[in-house]
């Protein structure tokens, strides 16, 4: 499994996850189609991403302009904050890596209003997580 595929079905178990309170093991299981150990990627991103949702959620506050986070769509906010982590989290992956592929998946599940917004914000962040390492 590549990257963009891990990615993809941890969006999906962190969505079922978040939206109907599923247990990590159930969501998985669903999302799981080949039956395939489940990548060590998207164990990863599903650990990190819910170990620091609070510090997650509060950095993509602070870059909603004239929005609150209760309002952006459940799987927008899902792809933030797993990009979001990658960009906290991940030293290993680039930034503009981790914004790309938040675009990539709204490409799949979201439109092209949800891909300014996403990639928007995402640079804001990333601009400030940048200054910071200066």
């Known amino acids: 499994m590549n990257r963009r595929e891990a990615r993809k079905m941890a969006l ?7 939206l109907s309170k599923t247990d990590r093991a159930t969501a998985l299981g669903a999302v799981n189609e080949s039956g395939q150990p489940i990548d060590s990627f998207v164990n990863r991103l599903l ?6 949702e609070k510090e997650i959620d509060q950095l993509i506050s602070k870059h909603l302009q004239n929005w609150s986070l209760d309002r952006v769509g459940n799987i927008d906010k899902t792809i933030l904050r797993i990009a979001v982590c990658e960009i906290l989290y991940f030293d290993d992956i680039p930034i503009t890596v981790s914004v790309n592929e938040a675009v990539e998946l709204c490409k799949i599940y979201s439109d092209e209003q ?11 962040i990333s601009k400030e997580i940048e200054t910071k390492s200066l």
């Open 114 to 124: 949800t891909r300014k917004f996403v990639n928007g914000v995402l640079s804001g």
């Open 12 to 18: 999906q178990a962190l969505f079922q996850m978040t």
């Open 47 to 52: 650990d990190q991403t819910l170990n620091n």
